[in-house]
């Protein structure tokens, strides 16, 4: 069975605090995505990976970065986390350039307070 | 800016109808995906149709792609009350490997 695992469900951080979102996925996957998800905004694109230590930008990328040191692991981070930054966190990985589909983990539900 | 748009924002309708829910897109794709999202959950890939394919079935979903417009539908027959969910549509860009959603389309079908 297929995995993209996130390392938490819920979290709450303080203003101020560094946060790190970790999402693990199983499938030998190159790319990796790190989405946000907010009420009538539907999923917009932070960062992805297309290799290790590889990442390209995504619509928002302001105020976070990603990091890629391994295959399976890809993580976000808040430099200094922003009550703008609660939201719902959605990792994902799949083949490059294939015709197949993105495998989606939980979500992290972030509050910041 | 997002990819993808879709249309409606909510559906409201009673089980046994059909949904149509629409997408359209901004840049050049290698193909297009649906996925379907439990309140609260992650996303569920359901069907995915490549640019050079116009109409694509499995089981009670029909996809339909329109390069020319760059539009997408998915047809859900005879609905049930378990299909009420959230709809996105999704992009592969030939630029490369972005994946990029729409808004997406509340669906609710009540029994």
């Known amino acids: 069975d297929v995995k993209v695992t996130q390392s938490s469900r819920y979290l709450v951080k303080r203003t101020g605090e560094k946060v790190f979102l970790e999402c693990v996925q199983d499938m030998d996957h190159e790319n990796m995505f790190w989405y946000r998800q907010d009420p009538g905004l539907g999923l917009r694109l932070i960062y992805f990976?297309?290799?290790?230590?590889?990442?390209e930008k995504g619509d928002i990328p302001e105020g976070y970065s990603v990091s890629r040191e391994k295959k399976e692991r890809f993580s976000l981070i808040l430099e200094s986390a922003s009550t703008n930054q609660t939201s719902m966190y959605l990792c994902?990985?799949?083949?490059?350039?294939?015709?197949?589909?993105?495998?989606f983990g939980q979500g992290t539900r972030l509050t910041v307070v | 800016s997002q990819q993808g748009e879709e249309d409606p924002q909510a559906l409201s309708i009673q089980e046994g109808e059909n949904a149509t829910m629409n997408c359209s897109y901004k840049t050049s794709i290698n193909n297009l995906q649906w996925y379907r999202q439990n309140s609260g959950r992650g996303l569920v890939h359901l069907i995915l149709i490549r640019s050079n394919e116009r109409e694509k079935h499995s089981g009670r979903l029909r996809v339909t792609l329109d390069t020319s417009k760059k539009s997408s539908s998915l047809l859900i027959t005879a609905s049930r009350a378990a299909d009420t969910a959230s709809y996105f549509c999704a992009t592969e860009e030939t630029s490369g490997s972005r994946l990029t959603f729409g808004e997406g389309t509340q669906l609710t079908v009540n029994p």
């Open positions: 990976s297309y290799d290790v230590k590889m990442k």
């Open positions: 994902a990985s799949s083949f490059p350039r294939r015709i197949t589909e993105a495998f």
